[in-house]
């Protein structure tokens, strides 16, 4: 067992404990999921991979969905449900539920149709009040859509929080991710087994928010597609390009709020060696956006946030 490593924020000690493998999907209520599976489908190059009871699910890679659309047609814009993480095996996910109970959190049922995507796991709410689904054995695809223009993967939610101390604490303490770098005490990036630098990351917000998804795609120029299509089509560039700090992926951020939260769509996010993944002490980095984007040249160079 190797030796706990100290990370930052209240209360985060982070007793070497196994947390979820990886972020697989968000669950989306949408007014029109047609309109939306478009949306998902032109810019972002995700595939249908089924549609049940109304709801439609999209792929990126291999895994069966990495996002769900939900209709409620009352919807004025869309609304994040619920956001799935997988777990390596039976025995970690024991661990997490365990964990879940002792800190007096809820624990409920999987939603009654992811319930047929995979083997075994529970929901349960983070202290914003977000439903986080845990799960293994996630379905798979034998083979990745056939198509030139789609992400890997999907990488991570960026959360924001007025709760940020204690939502941190239940992400790495009952969760188990772990700590891979903070911007002072204001943001947090949070990686999972899967090693990525991070497969969450939350900021001290006003008021609860799912800023961003983010997506990587198959390559710098892929990404830049995605970007020229966005232009094409006019879909708002919320955020455009940056090379970030923590993660050092390049990427943008498009905006339409009837399909979803902020989409980032990136290219390059670090994946943390083994070695790396046990060790790594994560640095506190200073609130400045060369910190948020490295190209930034100044201090007060930065008007999109
Ligand atoms: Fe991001």
Redesign the pocket.
Known sequence: MAQAVRVGGKGATAAWKRGPYAFEYARIAVADPAASSEFYQRHVGLDVSGRKDGRVYLRAGNEHHCIELVKDAAAKTSKVLALGFSVDDDEALAEIRDRVTAAGHAVGPLDPLQKGFCSDGFATKDPTGLTIELFTGFQVFAEAPMLEYRPTCI??P?LGTEKYDETLTFYLDVMGFRASDYIANASAFLRSENRFH?SL?MRRSKAFEIA?I?FQMKSFDHMMRGRAKAIYHKVKIGADMAN?SGSRSL?FYMEDEAHGPKI?L?DGHEILSPEDHERRKPRIMAIDPRNIDVWRAAEDDWHDL
């Open positions: 990488v991570h960026f991070h990351a961003h983010c970030h990427a980032e990136c």
